[in-house]
């Protein structure tokens, strides 16, 4: 935090550490949070100022990337990009033709998850993240921590629910919030054996009377899963059309280490390939600075740099940040080539290399806040 001469907090941050997973791998994260400066006291340098604190702190407590949420552009300055998606939804809309069949009896039953259901909550949320590239990975005291002592109503308040069948098994969870028109359901899977589309329906039918703040009824329930999910497919056209997405901005201080980190990742992608077993060094062009990963036989041998003989050269040419697009399966290399010219393959082997190294599938994390 900044203070004035009077101690009065004139600009402030936070870091929040979590923890954060690619493909099944682990890695540290710090999320800058709550950016606040009073407005005769912005365009100072005091956001640059904090960030270049916390960055250090973050960096010092091993963690690889961070991630912040924020209004557009402004976290590029700080040497983020906008490269994992943010929301995405579809509403269910309970007076649309066909959305509210009665139903005699109910297949399910809901209830307040409790910390005695971690266990059965954590393998369900594995459930759940398996729709998602990058997640988030849950400690136990992070499940504790938002099941017994984060505040519900709070802005990033969390609700947990256990759905049970009428003999008191457990058949999935949900979590959820209540904003001011909806409620919104943010994680949701089942067990083995039963069904995603009955379980869901059965949230449709229970949380239709839910009373949302604002006081006027509710109209619909809305699924912010990202821009795909399995309960998409489950309730498929009864639900709205797409929702777009908005994006995290991430920051990866240090590629290299970043990339020997996700080494096991990109290895078993490769075995697993139309390119196993490849040898050979894939030279990638960033413009401003130049990275070598060489494979041996399929395995990441060395991450190292080299001198291009004029601007392009290189097997890909990757400007400013775009290639944390493909990084993090947010775009592949030819929709970033659609928006930006000078972001390309120069040969084949390339192409076919970087979209088996970094193939592209939606991602929605849920922050640690």
Not at 100 to 119: G, K, L, N, Q, W
Not at 228 to 256: C, E, I, W
Request: hydrophobic residues 40%; neutral net charge.
């Amino acid at each position: 935090m900044v203070v004035d001469d009077q101690g009065q907090i004139v600009s402030s941050l936070c870091l929040i550490s979590q923890t954060w997973a690619i493909d099944g791998l682990a890695f540290g994260v710090g999320r800058p949070e709550l950016v606040a400066t009073l407005p005769e006291y912005r365009r100072r340098g005091l956001v640059r100022r904090q960030m270049a604190v916390v960055h250090s702190l973050s960096a010092a407590r091993g963690e690889l990337v961070q991630v912040i949420t924020g209004i557009p552009w402004y976290y590029r300055q700080f040497g983020y990009e906008m490269t994992v998606d943010l929301g995405g939804s579809r509403d269910f809309v309970w007076s649309r033709p066909g959305n509210s069949p009665p139903v005699t009896e109910e297949p399910y039953r809901f209830r307040p998850a409790t910390a005695d259901d971690i266990p059965h909550l954590a393998a369900l949320y594995a459930i759940h993240c398996q729709a998602s590239l990058v997640y988030r990975v849950r400690s136990q005291a992070e499940w504790l921590y938002e099941l017994t002592l984060q505040d519900p109503a709070a802005v990033n308040g969390q609700r947990f629910g256990v759905v049970e069948t009428p003999a008191g098994e457990i058949a999935g969870y949900v979590e959820y919030a209540i904003w001011s028109r909806s409620v919104n359901i943010r994680e949701v899977a089942a067990r083995p054996g039963h069904s995603l589309r009955a379980l869901c329906l059965f949230l449709t039918r229970h949380f239709k009377p839910t009373p949302l703040p604002s006081g006027a009824p509710a109209d619909h329930l809305t699924f912010r899963l990202g821009t795909a999910h399995p309960a998409y497919t489950a309730l498929g056209r009864q639900l709205s059309k797409p929702d777009n997405a908005y994006a995290y901005f991430l920051r990866v201080p240090d590629l290299p280490a970043f990339l020997r980190h996700l080494a096991p990742v990109l290895e078993r992608r490769l075995a697993g390939s139309v390119m196993a077993g490849h040898t050979g060094t894939l030279r990638l062009n960033f413009y401003q600075q130049q990275l070598t990963l060489r494979f041996d036989t399929g395995r990441l041998a060395e991450i190292g740099t080299f001198q291009p003989a004029y601007a392009h050269d290189g097997d890909a040419c990757l400007p400013d940040l775009t290639f944390l697009h493909l990084l993090f399966g947010h775009r592949s290399l030819e929709q970033l080539r659609q928006l930006r010219v000078d972001c390309f393959a120069a040969n084949a082997e390339a192409a076919v290399l970087l979209d088996v190294l970094f193939p592209t599938r939606p991602s929605y994390p849920v922050t640690l806040s």
